[in-house]
């Protein structure tokens, strides 16, 4: 079974949807995928690329509470390592398909608002890496789908829906103390670490991951 998530409607204020939902973006092609990075760091240093910093500033002051708490339901022994913020944009290609995965064990919190198109499809999540009891969290605009991810049951997917670009907002709380997550997690660090190292060069080459 995947491990335990929340689905919140209507998460982002307008002000910040219609924001998103207006912001140009380069165009790409249908079996591309593009992520513009933005994050908000513990002692206010902002990195960007696509959002200017007050409003990056602004979401973080405005929901940086709220997520903390759903943190705090879901993997309350990860509650405190919180050190930075990613408000990535995804554009995802009509015809792209990322493979299952299991989320980085630096992402403490993985969040992922749907802004648009109105129509397009939601995440997968898997029982196991193999595909198993595919439930799909289907794609409405402003719907935010939350999750502390764990090892071994909270394999996920997305992909376009063959018809138009897939954009998305990914709101994850992060922490660069690995050690800790993996002591939490029961999982060996020395694994871990080979596996992150290894994982963005596989997904270059094989289109997959470890």
Not at 1 to 12: A, E, P, R, S, Y
Not at 183 to 195: C, D, F, L, Q, S
Request: aromatic share 14%; with cysteine.
């Amino acid at each position: 079974m995947f491990t335990k998530f929340k689905v919140i409607d209507d998460f982002l204020k307008l002000e910040h949807f219609n924001f998103l939902i207006n912001l140009k973006l380069d165009q790409i092609k249908k079996e591309e995928i593009k992520i513009y990075n933005n994050t908000y760091f513990e002692n206010g240093k902002i990195e960007k690329s696509c959002l200017d910093n007050n409003f990056i500033n602004n979401l973080h002051k405005t929901y940086h509470e709220q997520v903390l708490k759903l943190l705090k339901e879901l993997y309350p022994e990860k509650f405190n390592l919180w050190e930075y913020s990613e408000f990535h944009i995804i554009e995802t290609g009509s015809k792209y398909k990322y493979p299952i995965h299991r989320d980085t064990p630096y992402k403490l919190l993985s969040g992922v608002i749907y802004l648009s198109p109105k129509i397009n499809k939601g995440t997968i999540l898997y029982e196991d890496k193999n595909g198993t009891s595919e439930k799909v969290i289907d794609w409405k605009q402003n719907r935010a789908l939350f999750f502390s991810r764990k090892e071994n049951n909270s394999f996920h997917s997305y992909e376009g829906d063959n018809i138009s670009t897939r954009r998305a907002l990914v709101y994850n709380l992060m922490t660069t103390k690995l050690r800790k997550i993996c002591k939490i997690e029961k999982i060996n660090y020395t694994k871990v670490k080979i596996r992150e190292f290894l994982n963005p060069y596989i997904y270059r080459c094989f289109r997959k991951v470890l």
